[in-house]
């Protein structure tokens, strides 16, 4: 196995993230997917959920090393929310929520999914079409570059961590206004 600094650097960042999340959030639990790995290269999500509940963030992180001296670090926090039976998506404002988290320039869709549902049987049947709403909140957490010297740069993840925390504090924010239990 060979070393690779940016897949070092990608699972220190989500270590101090990780560590951020679980002094300030109770009862979140987290899990990770390494989804693209190269020597230049390292694409990861990591969800945040809560006991009984699907997650409330998801977190892209991608580390890149295009130029020796230079590593880039750039998070995309999402929250994907679909209208079942345990959510509340008609209390969410959109205009106001816009408002409210303008500081950390949201991104924010709404809509309507439509699907054909399989019975008992895994049968389709055009009687049993389900429409449900969809909401997405999406943020660019950080977008980050750092020269490299000598390998004694300090990454400050500490610091990266801070920076990404309030967009993951809003998705919390939202989420449990959509599930209040």
């Known amino acids: 196995m060979t ?3 940016v897949a070092s650097l990608a699972f220190d960042l989500i270590l101090a993230i990780n560590d951020k999340i679980v002094r300030e959030i109770p009862n979140v639990t987290y ?3 390494v ?3 190269s020597a230049n290269s390292v694409e990861c999500s990591i969800s945040y959920s ?3 509940h699907g997650a409330f963030c998801t977190l ?3 580390v890149t090393q295009d130029n020796p001296d230079e590593v880039y670090f750039g998070v995309h926090a999402e929250l994907n929310e ?3 039976e345990e959510s509340d998506l008609h209390v969410i404002n959109i205009e106001d929520s816009m408002l409210e988290l303008y500081p950390l320039r949201p991104i924010m869709t709404q809509g309507i999914t439509r699907y ?4 008992e049987n895994g049968e389709y049947s055009p009687s049993r079409s389900v429409a449900k709403r969809t909401f997405t909140v999406k943020f660019m957490a950080l977008s980050k570059s750092i020269k490299t010297q000598d390998n004694i740069t300090n990454y400050r993840f500490d610091e990266m961590s801070e920076r990404v925390f309030p967009y993951i504090k809003s ?3 939202v989420f449990k206004i959509i599930h209040p239990n």
């Open 35 to 37: 989804e693209d790995v």
């Open 50 to 52: 809560l006991p009984e």
């Open 82 to 84: 679909f209208d079942f």
């Open 116 to 119: 054909f549902e399989s019975d």
């Open 171 to 173: 998705l919390y924010d």
């Open 60 to 62: 892209d992180i991608s």
């Open 3 to 5: 070393y690779s600094l």
């Open 31 to 33: 899990w990770a997917d």
